[in-house]
């Protein structure tokens, strides 16, 4: 991050008779951001600034967003490319290492993952613990959250190599953790992982196979699954990436910052989305009740939000969305079953919100969460599974963005102010004397 030369911004306190300079601090593309980090000393006020939109808690290389625009840059690359030529282990590399790999840096590093997917026999004996009706999401948490139990001789988050250990070992070890879930929900035996499969396969097999039966991975689904996980690995600072860098920020161990990651993504105005979207759908039912809901939608005394819809930072469609969506498409198509409902009826409320004032003004344009559950159910994927399949691929970004904070020499622990509204200072009175 360098100071723009020259450019600052003078704030004046006229009351006080006191004023700051503040510099502006260029990014390599995008907005600059005004450093404010001596506002409170020179002025005595803090920023305002509730939900963090208008605030950059930290510079980072990893991933660019233009909301206006609709682009999503990993490491420089548009997403659109990465979806068409490239694969999840190889923007997996890309994201962690900053470059994309030489074929023989991405088969070294595929093994890597490959060779660790197996996950300690006690921590798979956590399961038993769960009601059969736990939420998925509900055990990855906790199960990930188990893992620094495990691995104590290789937490020491000063140490380069122990970070790159780790980050081996969740990346490898979360489709297992993800699958045991729905194993467990199932009431069926978990299926070990097969290292002569890619990940996605891997996670397709350990979700389906039974061991009574030869199971063979439908390509389609797995290529499908694969290009999910690339539109989902990274999002620069959203709520569960945040998350991760303010719990890590305590020099938490990496494993609870994760674990803080999935639970913060299971929210519905984040990743829970992709499951309430289907269930939105579902209950719209047709395409006569669309009107309905989308009135409700707009209805301010109504709790009901039209789920996918919407974003903090795409002010314009969400390059994810459009990929999903023309993917949906062809997916369906590929497995026969291009006559599916949802999806129409998805299509159908997509154009008509599209056209509704309402949502035109607000910029309201379809996530990459609306089309996505119309995928994951087209391949046998169950609903409580949707988010627990974001939160695999988004793992790969919350530890690159661990590391990346990790590693910086100026890193501090993330401590936002308040506006305190509460009662100003009074004096305790004896319960005997309160009326
Ligand atoms: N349906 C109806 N109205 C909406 C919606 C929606 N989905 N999203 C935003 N609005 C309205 C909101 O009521 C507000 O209206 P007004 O100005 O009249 O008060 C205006 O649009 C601005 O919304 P906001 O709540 O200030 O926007 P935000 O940036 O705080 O929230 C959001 C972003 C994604 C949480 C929100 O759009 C939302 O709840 N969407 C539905 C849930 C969803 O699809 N989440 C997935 C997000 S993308 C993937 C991910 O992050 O994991």
Known sequence: MNDKPGQTFELTDSSAGRSASLPVRAGTIGPAGLDISHLQPELDVFTYDPGFGMTAATESRITYIDGDAGVLLY???????LAEKSSFMEVTYLLLIGELPTAKQLAEFSGHIRYHTMINETLLRFFNGFHHNAHPMAMVSAVVASMSAFYHDTMDIHNPRHREIFAHRIIAKIPTIAAAAHKH?????????????????????????????????????????DLLFVLHADHEQNASTSTVRLAGSTGANPYAAISAGV????????????EAVLSMLEQIGTVDNIPKYLAMAKDKTSHFRLMGFGHRVYKNFDPRAKIIREMTH???????????????????????????????????????DFYSGVIYSAIGIPRSMFTVMFAVARTVGWVAHWQEMISDPHMRIGRPRQLYTGAPRRDYIPVSKRT
Do not use: T
């Open 330 to 368: 062809k997916v369906l198509a590929a497995l026969g079953r291009d006559d599916n409902p949802l999806l129409e009826l998805a299509l159908r409320l997509e154009e008509i919100a599209l056209k509704d004032e309402y949502f035109i003004s607000r910029k309201l344009y379809p996530n990459v």
């Open 75 to 81: 490491r420089g690359y548009p997403i659109e490319q």
């Open 263 to 274: 639970s913060a993504l299971w929210g519905p105005a984040h990743g829970g989305a992709n």
């Open 185 to 225: 929900s199932l009431g069926q035996p978990f299926i070990y992982p097969r290292n002569d499969l890619d990940y996605a396969a891997n996670l397709l097999n350990m979700l389906f196979a039974v061991p009574c039966e030869p199971y063979k991975v439908d390509p389609i689904a797995a290529k499908a699954l």
